[in-house]
């Protein structure tokens, strides 16, 4: 018997939206992979990011393309020369993840030679707008011990300000989104010092990053978009001292596994992201922060409604993903 492959975008509505420096939200748009082989049902679910050319169109094409030879038996190390690291394979790698943990009567965990899961602080997104209004839901949010901040450049020295004066006691961590340039750099980046900031995410495009190299700064200097789909880590190191592991971006769990002991192998700090998705989308990502120094798992934390059943928080502690999720 053949195996079945099933997939359908489906999207969750934000609560109050999500700003960023390029864009702004108010639905989560995902693409769910279903497996299905007799009894056992593998899932994954991936995030279309528009920085690279994706879309949930062009990400069914994908899966739609390589679903003959999901059903002919592909395996997981085929599958990375197969596909081209991005959403779609996350999806599809996901999916084999959950599908080959229950066909085996174990956890993914134990399959990637993992202990046991232990449960994690995660981060909490503020979105880019006016200091005021970001101060007013940082204070709100106060109480979480690690906040991420997002910004979007000229300015971001007021609205850094005003969220440390909102959240005097909370780790604060800041993701520009490629928003700084020249012109802002050095305001935003002593403020950031003044402010504690532990660690900042992407200041500067990809393409212009290069005056990060040799920065004297007491922050932790973070690539994300510098971390191309399949790219790999070389070059980075002389620019950034750590690196975000996503998901959708390394192309699937197979994948991300790999570019982890790669990155711990040259001192990167590691952090752990998440495109906006539900708690589908960040079972698997639990495995990979499990010796993170940063974790961004907030995905379901941000949507009015997760999908059901879903990761268990406790305020900010995200516990394992239970079998009847995933994995």
Request: glycine residues 10%; contains cysteine.
């Amino acid at each position: 018997m053949s195996m079945d492959v099933l997939f359908e975008a489906e999207q969750f509505e934000i609560a109050g939206g999500f700003k960023i420096s390029r864009e702004t939200r108010t639905h989560a748009k995902v693409v769910v992979v279903q497996l299905e082989d007799g009894p056992f049902v593998g899932r994954g679910e991936c995030v279309p990011y528009p920085r690279y050319g994706e879309t949930v169109e062009s990400v069914q094409t994908q899966i739609g393309e390589i679903a003959p030879r999901l059903r002919e038996g592909l395996s997981r190390s085929a599958l990375l020369e197969a596909m081209p690291a991005g959403a779609a394979r996350n999806a599809v790698d996901c999916a084999m993840w959950d599908m080959e943990a229950k066909k085996a009567g174990t956890s993914a965990a134990g399959l990637a030679g993992l202990g046991a899961l232990e449960p994690l602080t995660t981060a909490f997104t503020i979105s880019v707008d006016t200091p005021e209004i970001m101060a007013q839901k940082t204070a709100a949010a106060a109480h979480r011990p690690l906040l991420k901040v997002k910004l979007g450049g000229a300015g971001d020295d007021l609205r850094i300000a005003a969220v440390r004066q909102a959240a005097p006691d909370s780790t604060l961590i800041v993701d520009a989104n490629e928003a700084w340039d020249d012109t802002c750099f050095e305001a935003n980046m002593a403020a950031c010092e003044a402010a504690g900031v532990a660690l900042i995410e992407q200041p500067l495009p990809s393409k212009a990053d290069g005056m990060l190299a040799g920065l004297n700064t007491s922050v932790t200097i973070c690539a994300d978009e510098s971390l191309h789909p399949g790219s790999g880590i070389d070059g980075l190191r002389a620019k950034y001292d750590a690196v975000n592991i996503k998901l959708d971006k390394a192309g699937g769990l197979t994948a991300a596994l790999d570019l982890l002991e790669k990155a711990k192998a040259d001192n990167f700090k590691i952090m752990i992201g998440c495109m906006l998705g539900t708690s589908l989308a960040m079972a698997p990502a639990v495995l990979l922060a499990q010796h993170a120094d940063f974790v961004d798992l907030d995905g379901p934390l941000l949507l009015s409604q997760d999908r059901s059943p879903g990761l268990t928080f406790e305020g900010s502690i995200l516990h394992p993903p239970r079998p009847e999720l995933w994995g």
